[in-house]
Protein backbone atom coordinates (compact mmCIF):
# COMPACT_ATOMS: atom_id res chain seq x y z
CA UNK A 1 0.00 0.00 0.00
CA UNK A 2 2.96 2.31 1.19
CA UNK A 3 4.68 1.77 -2.43
CA UNK A 4 0.68 2.40 -4.38
CA UNK A 5 0.87 5.78 -2.12
CA UNK A 6 4.22 6.75 -3.13
CA UNK A 7 3.41 6.13 -6.70
CA UNK A 8 -0.04 8.01 -6.19
CA UNK A 9 1.60 11.13 -4.57
CA UNK A 10 4.40 11.06 -7.42
CA UNK A 11 1.57 10.53 -9.86
CA UNK A 12 -0.50 13.05 -8.77
CA UNK A 13 2.58 15.99 -8.77
CA UNK A 14 3.20 15.06 -12.83
CA UNK A 15 -0.09 14.18 -13.98
CA UNK A 16 -2.47 15.72 -16.26
CA UNK A 17 -6.41 16.08 -15.65
CA UNK A 18 -7.02 12.55 -16.73
CA UNK A 19 -4.69 10.44 -14.23
CA UNK A 20 -5.84 12.90 -11.36
CA UNK A 21 -8.91 10.94 -10.17
CA UNK A 22 -7.23 7.71 -9.97
CA UNK A 23 -4.89 9.28 -7.44
CA UNK A 24 -7.33 10.82 -5.54
CA UNK A 25 -9.14 7.47 -5.43
CA UNK A 26 -5.89 5.61 -4.04
CA UNK A 27 -5.60 8.64 -1.37
CA UNK A 28 -8.93 8.55 -0.07
CA UNK A 29 -8.10 4.82 -0.19
CA UNK A 30 -5.09 5.16 1.95
CA UNK A 31 -6.62 7.74 4.07
CA UNK A 32 -9.58 5.33 4.75
CA UNK A 33 -7.15 2.94 6.12
CA UNK A 34 -4.29 4.74 7.74
CA UNK A 35 -5.11 8.44 8.09
CA UNK A 36 -2.38 9.74 10.29
CA UNK A 37 0.40 7.97 8.39
CA UNK A 38 -1.16 9.03 5.03
CA UNK A 39 -1.66 12.37 5.86
CA UNK A 40 2.46 12.91 7.13
CA UNK A 41 3.09 11.28 4.17
CA UNK A 42 1.20 13.78 1.74
CA UNK A 43 2.09 16.76 3.67
CA UNK A 44 6.31 15.49 3.20
CA UNK A 45 5.69 14.95 -0.42
CA UNK A 46 4.61 19.26 -0.56
CA UNK A 47 0.90 17.52 -2.25
CA UNK A 48 -1.04 20.50 -0.25
CA UNK A 49 0.42 23.09 -2.27
CA UNK A 50 -1.27 21.06 -5.40
CA UNK A 51 -4.75 21.63 -3.55
CA UNK A 52 -5.79 25.29 -4.62
CA UNK A 53 -5.08 24.59 -8.36
CA UNK A 54 -7.48 21.39 -7.71
CA UNK A 55 -10.32 23.12 -6.22
CA UNK A 56 -10.27 25.87 -8.40
CA UNK A 57 -10.58 23.48 -11.66
CA UNK A 58 -14.21 23.26 -10.68
CA UNK A 59 -14.41 19.89 -12.00
CA UNK A 60 -15.57 15.81 -11.32
CA UNK A 61 -12.43 15.41 -8.98
CA UNK A 62 -13.59 18.84 -6.86
CA UNK A 63 -15.69 16.80 -4.53
CA UNK A 64 -12.43 14.29 -3.86
CA UNK A 65 -10.15 16.97 -3.65
CA UNK A 66 -12.31 18.47 -0.43
CA UNK A 67 -12.99 14.96 1.06
CA UNK A 68 -9.25 14.37 0.87
CA UNK A 69 -8.66 17.89 2.44
CA UNK A 70 -11.44 17.32 5.35
CA UNK A 71 -10.02 13.52 6.35
CA UNK A 72 -6.29 15.01 6.37
CA UNK A 73 -7.74 18.28 8.63
CA UNK A 74 -9.36 16.17 10.58
CA UNK A 75 -5.54 15.74 12.63
CA UNK A 76 -4.38 18.43 14.22
CA UNK A 77 -0.91 18.91 12.93
CA UNK A 78 -2.27 19.21 9.08
CA UNK A 79 -3.99 22.34 10.08
CA UNK A 80 -1.49 24.86 10.05
CA UNK A 81 -0.01 23.19 6.91
CA UNK A 82 -3.52 23.44 5.16
CA UNK A 83 -3.96 27.06 5.98
CA UNK A 84 -0.16 27.69 4.89
CA UNK A 85 -0.94 26.18 1.65
CA UNK A 86 -3.60 28.93 1.04
CA UNK A 87 -6.54 25.97 1.02
CA UNK A 88 -9.11 28.31 3.00
CA UNK A 89 -9.83 30.95 0.08
CA UNK A 90 -10.70 28.79 -2.57
CA UNK A 91 -13.17 26.29 0.04
CA UNK A 92 -14.77 29.30 0.83
CA UNK A 93 -15.26 29.87 -2.95
CA UNK A 94 -16.61 26.59 -3.52
CA UNK A 95 -19.78 27.32 -1.26
CA UNK A 96 -21.08 29.07 -4.00
CA UNK A 97 -21.24 26.20 -6.04
CA UNK A 98 -24.52 24.47 -6.85
CA UNK A 99 -23.55 20.51 -6.64
CA UNK A 100 -24.52 19.36 -3.49
CA UNK A 101 -21.85 16.80 -3.03
CA UNK A 102 -18.87 19.74 -3.21
CA UNK A 103 -20.58 21.69 -0.71
CA UNK A 104 -20.98 18.90 1.73
CA UNK A 105 -17.24 18.01 1.30
CA UNK A 106 -16.25 21.76 1.12
CA UNK A 107 -17.88 22.37 4.77
CA UNK A 108 -16.61 19.11 6.13
CA UNK A 109 -12.77 20.48 5.05
CA UNK A 110 -13.18 24.11 6.19
CA UNK A 111 -15.27 22.63 9.69
CA UNK A 112 -12.19 20.36 10.46
CA UNK A 113 -9.26 22.86 9.31
CA UNK A 114 -11.01 25.81 11.40
CA UNK A 115 -11.44 23.22 14.26
CA UNK A 116 -11.56 24.90 17.64
CA UNK A 117 -9.83 27.88 16.67
CA UNK A 118 -10.95 30.68 16.87
CA UNK A 119 -8.69 33.07 15.05
CA UNK A 120 -9.16 30.63 11.99
CA UNK A 121 -13.14 30.89 12.53
CA UNK A 122 -13.24 34.62 12.66
CA UNK A 123 -11.43 34.42 9.86
CA UNK A 124 -14.36 32.45 8.02
CA UNK A 125 -16.49 35.24 9.64
CA UNK A 126 -15.22 38.03 7.60
CA UNK A 127 -15.02 35.96 4.11
CA UNK A 128 -18.55 36.24 4.24
CA UNK A 129 -19.43 32.18 5.08
CA UNK A 130 -22.56 33.14 7.52
CA UNK A 131 -24.57 34.75 4.80
CA UNK A 132 -23.49 31.75 2.23
CA UNK A 133 -24.32 29.17 4.96
CA UNK A 134 -27.62 30.36 5.85
CA UNK A 135 -28.71 30.43 2.34
CA UNK A 136 -27.42 27.35 1.72
CA UNK A 137 -29.46 25.69 4.09
CA UNK A 138 -32.32 27.27 2.65
CA UNK A 139 -32.22 25.84 -0.88
CA UNK A 140 -30.55 22.32 0.45
CA UNK A 141 -33.38 21.80 3.56
CA UNK A 142 -34.29 18.75 1.86
CA UNK A 143 -30.40 17.28 2.36
CA UNK A 144 -29.69 15.81 5.24
CA UNK A 145 -26.34 15.93 5.08
CA UNK A 146 -25.93 18.96 4.10
CA UNK A 147 -28.63 20.57 6.76
CA UNK A 148 -26.20 18.82 9.77
CA UNK A 149 -23.39 20.33 8.04
CA UNK A 150 -24.78 23.87 8.09
CA UNK A 151 -25.85 23.47 11.97
CA UNK A 152 -22.55 22.26 12.89
CA UNK A 153 -21.13 25.28 11.14
CA UNK A 154 -23.38 27.31 13.05
CA UNK A 155 -23.05 25.84 16.40
CA UNK A 156 -19.29 26.59 16.10
CA UNK A 157 -19.88 30.01 14.80
CA UNK A 158 -21.94 31.43 16.94
CA UNK A 159 -20.09 31.03 19.94
CA UNK A 160 -18.02 33.77 19.10
CA UNK A 161 -19.45 37.63 19.31
CA UNK A 162 -18.18 38.53 15.97
CA UNK A 163 -20.64 36.41 14.15
CA UNK A 164 -23.81 37.54 15.68
CA UNK A 165 -23.96 40.68 14.01
CA UNK A 166 -23.32 38.77 10.65
CA UNK A 167 -26.40 36.16 11.62
CA UNK A 168 -28.82 38.80 12.67
CA UNK A 169 -28.77 41.07 8.97
CA UNK A 170 -29.52 37.12 7.25
CA UNK A 171 -32.88 35.04 7.61
CA UNK A 172 -31.59 32.63 10.26
CA UNK A 173 -34.38 32.80 12.73
CA UNK A 174 -37.01 31.93 10.23
CA UNK A 175 -34.68 29.08 8.04
CA UNK A 176 -34.02 27.38 11.75
CA UNK A 177 -37.31 27.57 13.33
CA UNK A 178 -38.60 26.07 9.43
CA UNK A 179 -36.05 23.43 10.14
CA UNK A 180 -37.15 22.88 13.71
CA UNK A 181 -40.86 22.03 12.73
CA UNK A 182 -40.30 19.60 10.48
CA UNK A 183 -37.73 17.47 13.05
CA UNK A 184 -39.50 14.20 14.54
CA UNK A 185 -36.09 13.25 15.85
CA UNK A 186 -34.28 13.70 19.36
CA UNK A 187 -30.85 14.11 17.68
CA UNK A 188 -32.23 16.70 15.19
CA UNK A 189 -33.95 18.38 17.65
CA UNK A 190 -30.48 19.24 20.01
CA UNK A 191 -28.68 19.48 17.33
CA UNK A 192 -30.92 22.84 16.76
CA UNK A 193 -31.10 23.65 19.94
CA UNK A 194 -27.38 24.28 19.97
CA UNK A 195 -27.59 26.81 17.24
CA UNK A 196 -30.45 28.21 18.75
CA UNK A 197 -28.91 28.79 22.28
CA UNK A 198 -25.66 31.13 21.63
CA UNK A 199 -27.58 33.23 18.78
CA UNK A 200 -30.49 33.88 21.36
CA UNK A 201 -28.12 35.45 23.75
CA UNK A 202 -28.26 38.39 20.91
CA UNK A 203 -31.38 40.53 22.33
CA UNK A 204 -31.72 41.38 17.91
CA UNK A 205 -32.09 37.90 17.13
CA UNK A 206 -34.47 37.34 20.41
CA UNK A 207 -36.84 38.98 18.81
CA UNK A 208 -36.48 37.48 15.03
CA UNK A 209 -36.69 34.05 16.72
CA UNK A 210 -40.27 35.22 18.50
CA UNK A 211 -41.09 37.15 15.38
CA UNK A 212 -40.42 33.38 13.38
CA UNK A 213 -42.95 32.03 15.73
CA UNK A 214 -40.01 30.05 17.86
CA UNK A 215 -41.81 30.34 21.13
CA UNK A 216 -44.64 28.66 19.82
CA UNK A 217 -42.89 25.48 18.70
CA UNK A 218 -40.91 25.55 22.84
CA UNK A 219 -44.00 25.26 24.28
CA UNK A 220 -45.25 22.53 21.79
CA UNK A 221 -42.39 20.73 22.77
CA UNK A 222 -43.11 21.55 26.60
CA UNK A 223 -46.73 20.19 26.18
CA UNK A 224 -45.34 17.18 24.93
CA UNK A 225 -42.29 15.78 27.03
CA UNK A 226 -43.71 17.21 30.51
CA UNK A 227 -45.17 13.78 31.83
CA UNK A 228 -42.48 12.04 30.36
CA UNK A 229 -39.22 10.16 32.12
CA UNK A 230 -37.32 9.04 29.18
CA UNK A 231 -33.95 10.98 29.77
CA UNK A 232 -34.23 12.28 26.12
CA UNK A 233 -37.65 13.94 27.15
CA UNK A 234 -36.64 15.22 30.07
CA UNK A 235 -33.51 17.10 28.35
CA UNK A 236 -36.05 18.87 25.44
CA UNK A 237 -37.98 19.88 28.34
CA UNK A 238 -34.93 21.74 29.95
CA UNK A 239 -33.51 22.86 27.22
CA UNK A 240 -36.79 24.16 25.60
CA UNK A 241 -37.98 25.97 28.40
CA UNK A 242 -34.33 27.36 29.59
CA UNK A 243 -34.67 28.63 25.76
CA UNK A 244 -37.85 30.14 26.55
CA UNK A 245 -36.73 31.97 29.77
CA UNK A 246 -33.38 33.08 27.28
CA UNK A 247 -35.90 34.88 24.86
CA UNK A 248 -37.30 36.69 27.77
CA UNK A 249 -34.25 38.15 28.62
CA UNK A 250 -34.39 40.65 25.68
CA UNK A 251 -36.58 44.14 26.26
CA UNK A 252 -38.39 43.88 22.83
CA UNK A 253 -39.09 40.12 23.04
CA UNK A 254 -40.31 40.34 26.62
CA UNK A 255 -42.60 42.62 26.12
CA UNK A 256 -43.88 41.33 22.89
CA UNK A 257 -44.50 38.53 24.41
CA UNK A 258 -46.38 39.86 27.50
CA UNK A 259 -49.13 41.72 25.30
CA UNK A 260 -49.91 43.61 27.87
CA UNK A 261 -50.25 40.50 30.37
CA UNK A 262 -53.09 39.29 27.71
CA UNK A 263 -50.76 37.38 25.88
CA UNK A 264 -51.11 33.44 25.19
CA UNK A 265 -47.50 32.61 25.77
CA UNK A 266 -47.82 34.56 29.18
CA UNK A 267 -50.11 32.87 30.68
CA UNK A 268 -49.00 29.54 29.47
CA UNK A 269 -46.15 30.32 31.16
CA UNK A 270 -47.84 31.07 34.39
CA UNK A 271 -49.41 27.82 34.23
CA UNK A 272 -45.65 26.06 34.69
CA UNK A 273 -45.59 27.54 38.45
CA UNK A 274 -48.20 25.45 39.92
CA UNK A 275 -47.05 22.03 37.74
CA UNK A 276 -45.49 19.51 40.08
CA UNK A 277 -42.18 19.53 37.46
CA UNK A 278 -39.52 21.00 38.85
CA UNK A 279 -37.60 22.11 35.77
CA UNK A 280 -41.20 23.67 34.56
CA UNK A 281 -41.45 25.67 38.31
CA UNK A 282 -38.14 27.22 38.08
CA UNK A 283 -38.63 28.20 34.43
CA UNK A 284 -42.06 29.28 34.98
CA UNK A 285 -40.53 31.88 38.28
CA UNK A 286 -37.69 32.90 36.12
CA UNK A 287 -39.87 34.05 33.42
CA UNK A 288 -42.04 36.11 36.17
CA UNK A 289 -39.13 37.67 37.29
CA UNK A 290 -37.58 38.59 33.64
CA UNK A 291 -41.55 39.61 32.58
CA UNK A 292 -41.17 41.73 36.23
CA UNK A 293 -38.81 44.19 34.81
CA UNK A 294 -40.91 47.22 34.04
CA UNK A 295 -43.21 48.95 36.77
CA UNK A 296 -46.23 48.54 34.07
CA UNK A 297 -45.54 44.99 33.56
CA UNK A 298 -45.09 44.47 38.30
CA UNK A 299 -48.20 46.24 38.85
CA UNK A 300 -50.50 44.48 36.20
CA UNK A 301 -48.78 40.92 37.72
CA UNK A 302 -49.37 42.41 41.21
CA UNK A 303 -53.10 42.74 40.75
CA UNK A 304 -53.93 39.97 39.42
CA UNK A 305 -52.43 37.63 41.77
CA UNK A 306 -49.54 35.95 40.51
CA UNK A 307 -47.80 36.87 44.04
CA UNK A 308 -50.07 34.11 45.29
CA UNK A 309 -48.81 31.51 42.71
CA UNK A 310 -45.22 32.41 43.83
CA UNK A 311 -45.61 32.22 47.44
CA UNK A 312 -47.75 28.49 46.95
CA UNK A 313 -44.50 27.53 44.77
CA UNK A 314 -41.94 28.80 47.79
CA UNK A 315 -44.32 27.35 50.77
CA UNK A 316 -43.56 23.86 48.45
CA UNK A 317 -40.40 24.37 48.51
CA UNK A 318 -39.00 25.25 52.28
CA UNK A 319 -38.42 21.95 53.62
CA UNK A 320 -35.72 20.30 51.64
CA UNK A 321 -36.41 22.56 49.03
CA UNK A 322 -35.06 23.11 45.47
CA UNK A 323 -32.38 25.56 45.76
CA UNK A 324 -33.02 27.03 42.37
CA UNK A 325 -36.68 26.97 42.28
CA UNK A 326 -35.94 28.68 45.62
CA UNK A 327 -33.70 31.44 43.91
CA UNK A 328 -35.97 31.67 40.93
CA UNK A 329 -39.00 32.57 42.87
CA UNK A 330 -37.08 34.96 45.51
CA UNK A 331 -35.62 36.93 42.75
CA UNK A 332 -39.46 37.50 40.81
CA UNK A 333 -40.84 38.65 43.92
CA UNK A 334 -38.05 40.94 44.52
CA UNK A 335 -38.27 42.40 41.19
CA UNK A 336 -42.52 42.27 41.40
CA UNK A 337 -42.01 44.37 44.42
CA UNK A 338 -39.87 47.43 43.07
CA UNK A 339 -42.67 49.45 42.59
CA UNK A 340 -44.02 51.47 45.32
CA UNK A 341 -47.75 50.89 44.32
CA UNK A 342 -46.83 46.97 45.33
CA UNK A 343 -45.74 46.67 48.51
CA UNK A 344 -48.37 47.30 50.44
CA UNK A 345 -50.00 44.70 48.62
CA UNK A 346 -47.14 42.23 48.68
CA UNK A 347 -47.01 42.46 52.35
CA UNK A 348 -50.42 42.23 52.88
CA UNK A 349 -50.61 38.89 50.95
CA UNK A 350 -47.95 37.76 53.33
CA UNK A 351 -44.60 37.74 51.36
CA UNK A 352 -42.50 38.59 54.13
CA UNK A 353 -43.84 35.52 56.36
CA UNK A 354 -43.16 32.89 53.68
CA UNK A 355 -39.73 34.91 52.96
CA UNK A 356 -38.98 34.88 56.30
CA UNK A 357 -39.15 30.92 56.32
CA UNK A 358 -36.42 30.92 54.40
CA UNK A 359 -33.67 32.42 57.01
CA UNK A 360 -32.47 28.93 57.82
CA UNK A 361 -31.24 28.53 54.41
CA UNK A 362 -27.31 27.57 54.43
CA UNK A 363 -27.25 28.31 50.21
CA UNK A 364 -25.67 31.79 49.58
CA UNK A 365 -27.93 32.86 46.41
CA UNK A 366 -31.25 32.14 48.53
CA UNK A 367 -29.59 34.28 50.86
CA UNK A 368 -28.78 36.77 48.67
CA UNK A 369 -32.19 37.15 47.00
CA UNK A 370 -34.29 36.80 50.23
CA UNK A 371 -32.33 39.64 51.65
CA UNK A 372 -33.24 41.55 48.58
CA UNK A 373 -36.45 40.76 48.76
CA UNK A 374 -36.90 42.11 51.94
CA UNK A 375 -34.91 45.15 51.10
CA UNK A 376 -37.53 45.82 48.63
CA UNK A 377 -40.49 45.31 50.60
CA UNK A 378 -39.91 47.90 53.43
CA UNK A 379 -38.69 50.64 51.24
CA UNK A 380 -40.87 53.64 52.68
CA UNK A 381 -42.78 50.95 54.51
CA UNK A 382 -42.82 52.18 58.06
CA UNK A 383 -45.05 49.95 60.13
CA UNK A 384 -42.96 46.63 57.72
CA UNK A 385 -40.04 47.79 58.65
CA UNK A 386 -40.85 47.99 62.03
CA UNK A 387 -41.87 44.38 62.44
CA UNK A 388 -39.37 43.20 60.78
CA UNK A 389 -36.91 45.53 62.88
CA UNK A 390 -38.39 44.44 65.79
CA UNK A 391 -38.21 40.43 65.27
CA UNK A 392 -34.69 39.14 66.75
CA UNK A 393 -34.19 36.18 64.78
CA UNK A 394 -33.90 37.78 61.67
CA UNK A 395 -31.74 40.57 63.21
CA UNK A 396 -29.26 37.75 64.67
CA UNK A 397 -29.54 36.42 61.35
CA UNK A 398 -28.54 39.66 59.63
CA UNK A 399 -25.49 40.10 62.15
CA UNK A 400 -24.30 36.89 61.43
CA UNK A 401 -24.09 36.78 57.90
CA UNK A 402 -23.05 40.62 57.71
CA UNK A 403 -19.60 38.33 58.62
CA UNK A 404 -20.27 36.43 55.97
CA UNK A 405 -16.36 37.35 54.20
CA UNK A 406 -16.93 34.50 51.82
CA UNK A 407 -20.04 35.56 50.60
CA UNK A 408 -19.56 39.24 49.64
CA UNK A 409 -23.47 39.85 47.66
CA UNK A 410 -24.52 38.29 51.03
CA UNK A 411 -22.47 40.73 53.65
CA UNK A 412 -23.16 43.69 51.55
CA UNK A 413 -27.23 43.06 51.35
CA UNK A 414 -27.15 41.74 55.07
CA UNK A 415 -25.66 45.24 56.03
CA UNK A 416 -28.12 46.71 53.63
CA UNK A 417 -30.88 45.38 55.03
CA UNK A 418 -30.06 46.12 58.70
CA UNK A 419 -29.87 49.87 57.69
CA UNK A 420 -33.04 49.85 56.05
CA UNK A 421 -34.88 48.09 59.09
CA UNK A 422 -33.91 51.82 60.80
CA UNK A 423 -33.64 53.87 58.42
CA UNK A 424 -37.43 53.11 57.12
CA UNK A 425 -38.85 52.33 60.77
CA UNK A 426 -37.04 55.60 62.33
CA UNK A 427 -38.40 53.41 65.73
CA UNK A 428 -36.47 53.05 69.08
CA UNK A 429 -37.36 49.75 69.22
CA UNK A 430 -35.93 48.53 66.04
CA UNK A 431 -32.42 50.35 67.37
CA UNK A 432 -32.39 48.78 70.27
CA UNK A 433 -32.96 45.00 68.61
CA UNK A 434 -29.97 46.08 66.45
CA UNK A 435 -27.58 47.16 68.87
CA UNK A 436 -28.88 44.25 71.44
CA UNK A 437 -28.80 42.32 68.50
CA UNK A 438 -24.21 43.46 67.89
CA UNK A 439 -25.34 45.25 64.66
CA UNK A 440 -23.75 48.68 65.30
CA UNK A 441 -20.44 47.39 64.69
CA UNK A 442 -21.58 46.28 61.12
CA UNK A 443 -22.88 49.92 60.51
CA UNK A 444 -19.88 51.27 61.02
CA UNK A 445 -17.76 49.04 59.13
CA UNK A 446 -20.25 49.65 56.27
CA UNK A 447 -19.92 53.43 56.31
CA UNK A 448 -16.42 52.66 55.16
CA UNK A 449 -17.73 50.48 52.25
CA UNK A 450 -16.35 51.41 48.55
CA UNK A 451 -19.56 51.94 47.45
CA UNK A 452 -20.68 55.08 47.87
CA UNK A 453 -24.62 54.35 48.53
CA UNK A 454 -23.49 52.07 51.07
CA UNK A 455 -21.84 54.10 53.13
CA UNK A 456 -24.34 56.96 52.67
CA UNK A 457 -26.90 54.57 54.00
CA UNK A 458 -24.61 53.41 57.07
CA UNK A 459 -24.44 56.92 58.13
CA UNK A 460 -28.14 57.82 57.89
CA UNK A 461 -28.51 54.52 59.95
CA UNK A 462 -26.15 55.72 62.40
CA UNK A 463 -27.35 59.20 62.87
CA UNK A 464 -31.02 57.83 63.71
CA UNK A 465 -29.43 55.10 66.35
CA UNK A 466 -27.58 58.10 67.86
CA UNK A 467 -30.93 60.33 67.91
CA UNK A 468 -32.94 57.78 69.10
CA UNK A 469 -30.24 55.84 71.78
CA UNK A 470 -27.37 57.18 71.96
CA UNK A 471 -26.97 55.96 75.91
CA UNK A 472 -27.72 52.16 74.73
CA UNK A 473 -25.21 52.26 71.39
CA UNK A 474 -22.58 54.21 73.55
CA UNK A 475 -20.30 51.37 74.66
CA UNK A 476 -20.56 49.90 70.79
CA UNK A 477 -19.61 53.17 68.79
CA UNK A 478 -16.53 53.50 71.23
CA UNK A 479 -15.91 49.83 70.51
CA UNK A 480 -16.30 50.51 66.70
CA UNK A 481 -14.08 53.48 66.86
CA UNK A 482 -16.89 55.36 65.12
CA UNK A 483 -14.98 58.57 65.97
CA UNK A 484 -11.67 57.51 64.03
CA UNK A 485 -13.97 56.50 61.08
CA UNK A 486 -15.98 59.69 60.69
CA UNK A 487 -12.74 61.76 60.95
CA UNK A 488 -11.37 59.54 57.93
CA UNK A 489 -14.33 60.07 56.09
CA UNK A 490 -14.38 64.14 56.35
CA UNK A 491 -10.23 64.25 56.06
CA UNK A 492 -10.45 62.50 52.85
CA UNK A 493 -10.70 64.29 49.42
CA UNK A 494 -12.51 61.77 47.53
CA UNK A 495 -15.52 61.47 50.12
CA UNK A 496 -18.65 62.47 48.35
CA UNK A 497 -20.56 65.51 49.55
CA UNK A 498 -23.44 63.36 50.86
CA UNK A 499 -20.98 61.56 53.04
CA UNK A 500 -19.05 64.62 54.67
CA UNK A 501 -23.17 65.97 55.54
CA UNK A 502 -24.05 62.86 57.20
CA UNK A 503 -20.50 62.55 59.31
CA UNK A 504 -21.22 65.76 60.22
CA UNK A 505 -24.59 65.23 61.14
CA UNK A 506 -23.43 62.23 62.80
CA UNK A 507 -20.68 64.44 64.90
CA UNK A 508 -23.84 66.92 66.02
CA UNK A 509 -25.76 63.28 67.66
CA UNK A 510 -23.14 62.14 69.08
CA UNK A 511 -21.88 65.25 71.18
CA UNK A 512 -24.17 64.24 74.20
CA UNK A 513 -22.09 61.45 75.32
CA UNK A 514 -19.42 62.05 77.23
CA UNK A 515 -16.68 59.26 76.21
CA UNK A 516 -17.60 60.20 72.41
CA UNK A 517 -17.37 64.04 72.71
CA UNK A 518 -13.42 63.41 74.32
CA UNK A 519 -13.11 61.62 71.20
CA UNK A 520 -14.39 64.41 69.24
CA UNK A 521 -12.07 66.66 70.98
CA UNK A 522 -8.75 64.91 70.91
CA UNK A 523 -9.10 64.52 66.89
CA UNK A 524 -9.50 68.12 66.69
CA UNK A 525 -12.34 67.97 64.88
CA UNK A 526 -13.34 71.77 65.54
CA UNK A 527 -10.39 72.27 62.42
CA UNK A 528 -11.48 69.75 59.84
CA UNK A 529 -14.69 71.09 59.85
CA UNK A 530 -13.64 74.33 59.39
CA UNK A 531 -11.96 73.98 56.85
CA UNK A 532 -15.16 72.61 55.25
CA UNK A 533 -16.88 75.90 55.17
CA UNK A 534 -15.49 76.89 52.10
CA UNK A 535 -16.53 73.64 50.60
CA UNK A 536 -17.65 74.30 47.05
CA UNK A 537 -21.03 72.25 47.96
CA UNK A 538 -23.19 74.97 49.53
CA UNK A 539 -25.10 72.23 51.73
CA UNK A 540 -21.47 70.95 52.92
CA UNK A 541 -20.49 74.39 53.98
CA UNK A 542 -23.24 75.51 55.60
CA UNK A 543 -23.50 71.80 57.62
CA UNK A 544 -19.65 72.62 58.57
CA UNK A 545 -20.91 76.12 59.68
CA UNK A 546 -23.62 74.53 62.09
CA UNK A 547 -21.07 71.93 63.38
CA UNK A 548 -18.27 74.08 63.99
CA UNK A 549 -21.17 76.27 66.37
CA UNK A 550 -21.89 73.07 68.06
CA UNK A 551 -18.34 71.85 68.42
CA UNK A 552 -17.45 74.88 69.62
CA UNK A 553 -20.36 75.31 72.01
CA UNK A 554 -19.55 72.49 73.22
CA UNK A 555 -15.73 72.24 73.42
Same mark, same amino acid.
Given at each position: ??????????T????????????????????????????????????????????????????????????????E?????C?E??????L?????????E??????????????????????LI?M???????????V?????????M???????????????????????????????R???????K??????L?PL??N????????????????????A????S???E??????????????????????????E???????Q?V??????????????????????A?????????????????L????????????????H?????????????????????????D??????????P?V?????G???????????????????? *?? +?? &?? #???C?A?? !??G? @??? /??????A??R???? *?? +?? &?? #?????G?? !???? @??? /??H?????????A????????L??A??????????????????????????KY???????????????H?E???L????????????????????A????????A??
Amino acid at each position: MADNLSEALKTLKLSSADSVEGCLDCLLKALAQNNVETSAKIQEMGVLAMMPALLSAQNSCTPKVANIIAEVAKNEFMRSPCVEAGLIPPLVQLLNSKDQEILLQTGRALGNICYDSHSLQAQLIIMGVIPTLVRLLGVHSQNTALTEMCLIAFGNLAELESSKEQFASTNIAEELVRLFRKQVEHEKKEMIFEVLAPLAENDVIKLQLVDAGLVECLLEVVAQTVDSDRDEDVAQLKTSSDLMVLLLLGDESMQKLFEGGKGSVFQRVLSWVPSNNHQLQLAGALAIANFARNDGNCIHMVDTGIVQKLLELLDRHVEEGNVTVQHAALSALRNLAIPVVNKSKMLLAGVSDVVLKFLKSEMPPVQFKLLGTLRMLIDTQADAAEQLGTNT *KL +VE &RL #VEWCEAKD !HAGV @MGE /SNRLLSALIRHSKS *KD +VV &RT #VIQGGGVK !HLVI @MAT /SEHMIMQNEALVALGLIAALDLDCAEKDFVAANLVQVLHRLLTDEHSAPEIKYNSMILICSIMGSEPLHKEVQSLAFIDVVSGLRSHENKTVAHQASLTEQRLTAQS
